[in-house]
């Protein structure tokens, strides 16, 4: 089992930045792939950003790049989505969620951290 707590959300002006960070414990944090979904009200989850195990390589989706950036720290046992230049429409509850098997059905997820982008 993989247990993901996410913190760092919160309401910030369009333009601002934010920071979540996603905290994981239990099995070996490093040999999992991780990432960033969304989901705004009325809305279907969407992926964000992800990054594999060995930091070899990122992904992100159009709406998003070049604004936020994913990172981890194997050592902390945590991954992070730094987000600049926010705008309205990146308002939704972000979850982090971890795989060793792709991200169709990624086994594990947070509970999620609430982001408001304010106009």
């Known amino acids: 089992q993989v247990q993901l707590v996410e913190s760092g959300g919160g309401l910030v002006q369009a333009g601002g930045s934010l920071r979540l960070s996603c905290a994981a414990s239990?099995?070996?944090?490093?040999?999992?792939?991780m990432g960033w979904f969304r989901q705004a009200p009325g809305k279907e989850r969407e992926f964000v950003a992800a990054?594999?195990?060995?930091?070899?390589?990122?992904e992100y989706a159009d709406s998003v790049k070049g604004r936020f950036t994913i990172s981890r720290d194997n050592a902390k046992n945590t991954v992070y989505l730094q987000m600049n230049s926010l705008k309205p429409e990146d308002t939704a509850e972000y979850y982090c969620?971890?795989?060793?098997?792709?991200?169709?059905?990624?086994?594990?997820w947070g509970q999620g951290t609430q982001v408001t982008v304010s106009s």
């Open positions: 969620a971890a795989t060793n098997r792709g991200w169709t059905d990624p086994p594990y």
């Open positions: 239990g099995r070996t944090f490093s040999s999992y792939a």
């Open positions: 990054i594999t195990w060995g930091w070899i390589s990122t």
